[in-house]
């Protein structure tokens, strides 16, 4: 028994520090140097584009005030620049279908927190710990046959 953790040993021991590291991301951006991304949310489907600039945002060619009118929806979109430090540094461009628009503002913060984290790695560590980059997979529940709703019943009578 002792000549294997011996072997173990030998062999933890022969892995060098450069090995253990992940590979440094490199940033991925296009010939006009914005970063692209996806995000979705529910039904919504969000394409997103990420350039340095003033912090203005644009969503389906409108302004993000006259698309998402609720202060709460804006609020959500702000998020990842407020969490990765870099409010007003950079401009998003963003097309966004299907689903209601709670969803679609959360696709299109996914797609935000994608897109920047591709165009500066160096944000990816805050984004990531702040859940960002993850996609929230809660959806509606199908319906059940037999059943008026997914889980509703029909009233039950006793008599």
Known sequence: MSDDLKT???LKSAVTPEAEAAPAREPMRDALGRAYATGKRK???ARVWVKPGSGKVTVNG????????RPVLQMILRQPFQVAGVVDQFDVMATVAGGGLSGQAGAVKHGISKALQLYDPALR???KAAGFLTRDSRVVERK??????ARRSFQFSKR
Request: glycine content about 4%; charged content about 35%.
């Open 8 to 10: 173990l040993d030998d």
């Open 144 to 149: 059940k046959y037999g059943k008026p709703k």
């Open 125 to 127: 560590p805050a984004l």
């Open 43 to 45: 039904d919504a489907v």
């Open 62 to 69: 409108k302004d993000i005030n006259a698309y998402f009118a």
